[in-house]
């Protein structure tokens, strides 16, 4: 089977939702006839209409708001936000109206809030970041963020169906740098499950999205020239979190590095390293550590983007110090 | 047929309500209700206006949780804009909107319950106040940022647009709300999609302390309309004629798939933002002159009287309004608290609960077992029963 692009496999997911299930619509700002500033939904007004692919003002607060409404009445939109920085427009909506509505009002809002995310892209503060940490803390949102061309499919196909909101985080440095095959048949992944990217036993890399990548290079160069056997779990879903798949890689190596490529203070690798505390710290042989990006704004310029962001060598040398404790 | 208060966009006033002269009363207009409609319109405002009453003596037994919302002098806004929807419609209302939701179908008994955060109340215990919602009856439940539902209906009603199907939405914002962000985004996305929706501007003068006139430079509120490229049209919102009437109007437009519209309703928040508010901001004399000139029921009793409603016949109605909310506060006073473990349930559909923390692993009920034994809070209280309020 063929291999398809990270981007080209959301758009297989989006086509064959749309087919599959009529309440299915997508709204955001040029995604229509413009077919979206990454071309993700190019193709979809051609087939489905503008009454299904809306191309809307800009307008964060009022199309994650109408997607809501919308949901409440039975439709499962899924809104694009150009640049998931933008996300923070629609905070308000998003964490007090849409994450609220079943407790408080037994409202089901299916939507989904999907967007370009991430850096390593030369995109300069706006256009770069990784908001996921301040949606994951809100009881009821779920939010994902996926790594391969096969789980993007999977994931955005089990995120529309879902019956509550969830947060799809779509790493833009992934969209064309990263091919799959294909599952056949209709490929779903569960939300909520991590994935091993890499099967080992001497220390485990907890990661998602871009530096799943990373971490699988960094695996390869410690391998080469260490001989050290490094597991890495790739999330996937970070809310809800697989507890079960962190606690099983504690369990096997005893020795863990988070990495994420979101700022450190605050960072989902915090919440990660606690829980491990809680679950299994008499596993553990060593500190957890973490790799992050340093606590600044995203810079423009290469050199200063390059030394914010965590690299392969920063992976390479966290993981020698966490196997020579 | 337009209300002679009622005016278009075009037309010229004033945006602050707190002077009554603003809204002189006049001629009450026509309507083509039929005699028992307008009866109908006066129950749910006595209604209205005796259930919170009753909410009062409860606020003041310590039975009510949190604060109490009033929405006297607003009652002919609230009941008069609803009664313009009809079945299959959805309305949002706003904290001042109790009449627009009894209209709906919210009962007394959901309400006193909801405010005295009992177990079976509409959300379990989990929202305050008039802060809940039924599709099926057709009212969403409100949150607490203003403007947020404009949004909300305005994808409501797309829906209804892009099913086809013959529905209509309405949207509560206040004089306050209209500078948020949240009110410009769903008016302009209502206004381009060409939405069912109904956007009704209640302007009472007041956004908790913050007057009108601090609140916006234009002039008058419904000019906003223009900007949204959509009709507007103000009417005096403690006429419930006039208001009906107003509303209707922009209904059938929406209906007839005109898209969407503003009715600015001019009234007076004759109460604090809350019960405990003092309204040490409003000037002297200034409800009292709105309680005196311009009460809606008032003016609405002797519109029926002058149309030949015998006063028996509202006594009556009084007496009714009075027994059904004297077995709504039974009723709601014999329910219970909610379960504490019920907090955990239905933050999503899957999973369907979350677990309790590991300090609260075995304790059933922890607050109740630990923090507050029998006679919490009095002096004296037995062993044993006794519940005190």
């Known amino acids: 089977m063929a291999e398809i692009t990270y981007l080209e496999a959301i758009r297989e997911a989006l086509f064959e939702e749309m087919e599959r ?28 209409g503008e009454s299904r692919v809306i191309d809307s003002p800009i307008s964060e607060i009022g199309i994650v708001g109408a997607a809501a409404g919308a949901a409440h009445m039975g439709m499962r939109p899924v809104v694009e936000i150009q640049f998931i920085d933008f996300i923070a427009n629609a905070y ?42 301040g949606f994951i803390h809100t009881p009821g949102l779920k939010v994902v963020y996926p790594s391969t061309a096969a789980d ?26 990263i091919k799959g095959e294909m599952p056949a048949g209709d490929h779903v992944v569960p939300i909520g499950k991590a994935r091993v990217a890499r099967e080992g036993t001497d220390l485990s890399i907890i990661t998602y999205a871009a530096t799943v990548h990373k971490a699988l290079d960094a695996a390869e160069q410690l391998e080469r020239e260490d001989g ?37 203070t605050g960072g989902i690798a915090g919440e990660i390293t606690a829980r491990i505390n809680e679950l299994c710290f008499e596993w553990l042989d060593a500190p957890v550590l973490r790799v992050t990006a340093h606590d600044v704004p995203l810079p423009y310029a290469p050199s200063l983007e390059d030394f914010v962001l965590p690299q392969v060598p920063d992976i390479v040398f966290a993981a020698r110090r966490l196997a020579a404790y | 047929m337009a209300s002679p208060r009622s005016a278009t966009t075009r037309g010229r006033g004033r945006a602050a309500a707190p002077q009554s002269s603003a809204i002189a009363k006049g001629g009450e207009g026509s309507t083509s209700l039929t005699r028992a409609q307008r009866i109908d319109l006066y129950y749910w405002m006595r209604l209205t206006r005796s259930l919170e009453e009753r909410l009062v003596n409860l606020y003041r037994q310590t039975k009510v949780v949190g604060g109490l919302f009033r929405s006297l002098g607003q009652e002919a806004d609230a009941v008069g804009s609803a009664y313009a929807l009809r079945k299959g419609d959805i309305l949002s209302p706003l904290i001042r909107n109790l009449g627009s939701m009894l209209v709906r179908g919210a009962t007394p008994v959901e309400i006193l319950k909801q405010y005295m955060a009992r177990g079976d109340s509409p959300t379990r215990g989990r929202e305050l106040n008039i802060h809940f919602g039924d599709t099926e009856r057709g009212f969403i439940g409100q949150i607490s940022p203003l403007g947020d539902m404009v949004p909300v209906m ?12 013959d529905r209509v939405g309405l949207v509560y914002v206040g004089d306050g709300a209209t500078s948020t962000g949240a009110f410009h985004e769903g008016i302009n996305f209502a206004a381009v999609q060409r939405c069912p929706l109904v956007v009704i501007i209640e302007n009472n003068g007041y956004a908790y302390s913050t007057p009108t006139t601090k609140q ?51 009234t007076y928040r004759r109460k604090g933002h809350a019960e405990h508010d003092n309204q040490s901001y409003v000037p002297e004399g200034e409800g009292e002159r709105w309680a005196r000139e311009n009460d809606p029921i008032d003016r609405y009793v002797a519109r029926l009287i002058g149309e030949g409603v015998s006063a028996e016949e509202l006594a009556e109605i009084d007496v009714r309004v009075q027994r059904e909310i004297d077995e709504a506060t039974d009723i709601a006073e014999a329910s219970g608290v909610p379960e504490p473990l019920d907090a955990l ?22 607050v109740d077992v630990n923090e507050r034994p029998a006679g919490w809070g009095t002096f004296d209280a037995p062993a044993k029963g006794g519940g005190s309020d």
């Open chain 2, 345 to 366: 349930v239905g933050i999503y559909a899957d999973p369907p609960e979350e677990k309790p923390l590991w300090f609260r692993a075995g304790k059933r009920a922890a």
């Open chain 2, 216 to 266: 916006t430079a234009a002039a008058r509120l419904v000019d906003k309309a223009v900007g949204y490229g959509i009709p507007g049209e103000r009417a005096d919102g403690n006429d419930v004629i006039a208001t009906y009437e107003a509303t209707k109007r922009a209904v059938d437009r929406a209906r007839r798939g005109e898209g969407a519209s503003i009715v600015e309703l001019m």
């Open chain 2, 154 to 165: 305005a994808g409501v009603t797309l829906t209804f647009k892009m099913r086809g199907e």
């Open chain 1, 92 to 133: 308000d909506m998003l964490t007090n109206y849409v994450a609220t509505a079943r407790y408080r009002a037994f409202l089901p809002t299916p939507m989904v809030v999907r967007g370009p995310s991430g850096g390593y892209v030369r995109g300069g503060p706006f256009h770069s970041q990784n908001p996921e940490a």
């Open chain 1, 21 to 48: 299930d009529p309440n299915v619509f997508m709204i955001g700002e040029d995604i229509g006839a413009y077919g979206g500033a990454f071309k993700v939904t190019d193709g979809l007004l051609a087939k489905y």
């Open chain 1, 228 to 264: 050290l056997n490094v597991e890495v779990i790739d999330l996937r879903s970070l809310a809800p979190l697989d507890d079960d798949a962190i606690v099983a890689t504690v369990q096997k190596t005893n020795r863990v590095l988070i990495v994420h490529e979101d700022t450190r």
């Open chain 1, 152 to 177: 993007a499919k999977g994931l955005m196909k089990a995120a529309i169906r879902d019956d509550d909101c969830v947060l799809f985080f779509e790493h833009k440095y992934l969209y064309r740098r």
